[in-house]
């Protein structure tokens, strides 16, 4: 069998180290894999902290949905409880005029019938034309508190309702109307 025999040149010269590699072979740096999580991690993080702040610039609107003013049926006969004052209960005053004073007013009433400023918590609504001030009960229990609030108050609409429950921590809210304002 014939063997041909090329003429040496600069390639044969080269070295036949096994540590070297070429630049396309390249080991992957040690801690690369750390890298790769940090970055996952503050992308993560950015992400998640940006939903949070939209969610809670959307969802922040400080107003509270005033129900419909009641109506006939849905007010209790003032013969069939009297009113007491009971201090125990929250009192949470929302304003529902466009007035600040009108619900400062209020809340001065309610500290002068004995409650305390800790029990006494006041928010703005997203009604500013809600009509006739309105004390609100969750509980048949509750509503021997309510008519003493409202007599304390010179309120006449006192009512049932489930609507503040949540707020006022089951106890009683008072929404204050336009027949407040300072004609």
């Known amino acids: 069998m ?14 036949r180290d096994p540590a070297r590699v ?21 992308a993560v993080g950015i992400l998640t902290g940006g939903g949070i702040l939209a ?10 949905d005033l129900p419909d003013p009641p109506t006939a049926s849905g007010q209790q006969t003032e013969e069939a409880v009297t009113g007491e004052i009971d201090t125990s209960y929250r009192v949470l005053v929302l304003n529902g005029t466009d007035d600040a004073a009108a619900v400062d007013g209020v809340s001065q009433s309610i500290l002068e019938a004995g409650w305390t400023d800790d029990m006494i918590t006041q928010l703005d609504s997203d009604a500013t034309d809600f009509e006739q001030t309105t004390v609100y009960y969750v509980e048949a229990d509750d509503e021997a508190a309510a008519r003493g609030l409202a007599d304390h108050l010179g309120v ?28």
């Open 156 to 183: 006449t609409q006192v009512t049932q309702s489930e609507e503040f429950a949540e707020m006022s921590e089951g106890g009683l809210t008072v929404v204050v109307g336009l027949d407040r304002l300072a004609g």
């Open 22 to 42: 070429g630049a396309h072979r390249a080991q992957r740096p040690r801690g690369r894999w750390l890298v790769v999580l940090l970055w996952w991690l503050l």
């Open 55 to 64: 969610f809670l610039a959307l969802s922040n609107t400080n107003s509270i």
């Open 2 to 15: 014939p063997q041909s025999s090329y003429p040496r040149d600069r390639f044969d010269d080269v070295p």
